[in-house]
């Protein structure tokens, strides 16, 4: 019987043949922690006297939803988490380096490994055809000192995309759209893989925006197949020897599938204050929407790709007076290449706010929390009530396209008038 790619994925760190449905103890290549999360790991493993390192140099400890700081408090936990890594040899990803997935898939992470992450956006590993998943803190401080973890081997979804992006249409929507049919529960603690004609040209940045969200349907990780635009994307990164090809079986056997043909698609928009309430651009009353500010970046859609369609609509136009603009790239080496391409200075000569690489307004710890009342329409990943920092606010999700049509129009508009 086939494999499908987490069967063989999962099969490879335990030494055996596994089938969906089995607890199985993994060797872990990589683990990360970010600083919302890092700290209680860091404690837990003082409590237990296991502060050390399996694999420290695929340890990586990152500042990112809080950096710079905003206060005292975390900042002793962003002291702890240096500490840790100087007692230990971990790398330690400080502020302004970037968004731990961005860099994790930029340094890290190569096809075939096992990544697991005190985060439950890791799962945007999955692009690079890696097993790649968030997990609680205590669990992850545990693989961190170990090197190894227990989980069960997740059924699987196959999703079969074809057809071609078209006009103002882009990989978040695709993702928006597959949420928006199967729920924000329907693959719960299942491995939603994808593959098909359509994922064959795209390239690793679309693919990461996909398997970014994949948690939003519940799914314990979403995978790509391991190919040449996988192996060109490591090239780029310098790890062009760590690719390897890696896909499921043809005979793999599957939970569901799914068939997605990308020229049906159109704009989406994800409504407060689930991910999965979604609505096309073209559906009444989604345009009418007032938006009192625009957030594009974060760990969906932060790169260079997204920043320079959101560029590319804003160029020579301005802000609408009553809708801030907030932009976050990445990472730092996206942030460097968006100045050399004057991407910076386009965004900001149409009003724009640049945060500094990080995940920027998404978590609500800072850098634009909303006021009571107020509406923000996001390229991030999560939606629900207080995400942003108040519970008495509304977030819309969209494409970076959207959200740049967006702050030009000062409500949800339709990219594909801009373009």
């Not at 799914?219 to 780029?236: F, Q, V």
């Not at 005979?251 to 068939?259: I, L, M």
């Not at 990472?331 to 920027?360: D, F």
């Not at 923000?376 to 819309?396: E, P, V």
Request: with cysteine.
């Amino acid at each position: 019987m086939g494999k499908t790619l987490v069967e063989k994925i999962i099969g490879e760190h335990t030494g055996n043949d596994v089938v969906a449905g089995e607890i199985v103890v993994a060797k872990i290549d990589v683990c990360l922690t970010q600083d919302g999360t890092g700290p209680l790991a860091v404690r837990q493993l003082e409590k237990m006297n296991l502060v050390k390192a399996a694999n420290p140099k695929k340890t990586v400890l990152f500042i990112d939803h809080a950096g710079p700081s905003p206060q005292k408090q975390l900042s002793n936990d962003h002291i702890l988490l240096r500490d840790f890594a100087k007692k230990t040899g971990a790398v330690m990803s400080d502020i302004g380096e970037g968004v731990c997935h961005q860099i994790i898939c930029e340094e890290y992470l190569n096809p075939g490994e096992i990544l697991v992450g005190a985060d439950s956006h890791t799962c945007t590993g999955g692009a690079l055809g890696a097993f790649s998943t968030g997990m609680g803190s205590t669990d992850v401080a545990v693989a961190i000192a170990l090197g190894k973890t227990w989980l069960r081997v997740p059924e699987a979804f196959k999703f079969h995309i074809k057809g071609r992006f078209q006009k103002g249409v882009y990989a978040k929507d695709l993702i928006l759209h597959i949420i928006g049919k199967i729920g924000a529960d329907g693959a719960d603690y299942k491995s939603m893989e994808f593959s098909g004609p359509a994922i064959d040209e795209m390239e690793l940045e679309d693919r990461m925006t996909i398997s970014n969200m994949a948690v939003e349907a519940g799914a314990k990780c979403g995978l790509m197949p391991s190919d040449r635009k996988t192996k060109a994307y490591l090239e780029k990164h310098g790890r062009g020897d760590r690719w390897r090809e890696l896909k499921a079986d043809p005979d793999a056997v599957y939970e569901k599938a799914f068939e997605v043909d990308l020229n049906e698609l159109k704009p989406t928009i994800s409504f407060p204050h689930t991910v999965d309430n979604t609505k096309t651009i073209d559906e009444p009353g989604v345009a009418d929407v007032k938006i009192d500010q625009v957030s594009i970046g974060t760990c969906t859609n932060g790169r260079i790709e997204d920043l320079r369609i959101a560029a590319g609509i804003l160029k020579g136009k301005k802000r609408n007076p009553a809708t801030r603009l907030i932009v976050t790239p990445a990472s730092r080496s996206i942030y460097l290449e968006a100045i050399r391409e004057g991407l910076i200075e386009t965004l900001v000569e149409a009003g724009a706010v640049i945060n500094p690489p990080g995940c920027g307004p998404c978590v609500g710890v800072h850098q634009g929390i909303l006021g009571d009342g107020e509406a923000c329409l996001a390229t991030q990943n999560r939606n629900f009530q207080g995400r942003m920092g108040n519970t008495d606010s509304f977030i819309y999700l969209s494409s970076p396209a959207v959200a740049a049509a967006t702050a030009i129009a000062g409500k949800i508009a339709d990219p594909r008038e801009f373009l």
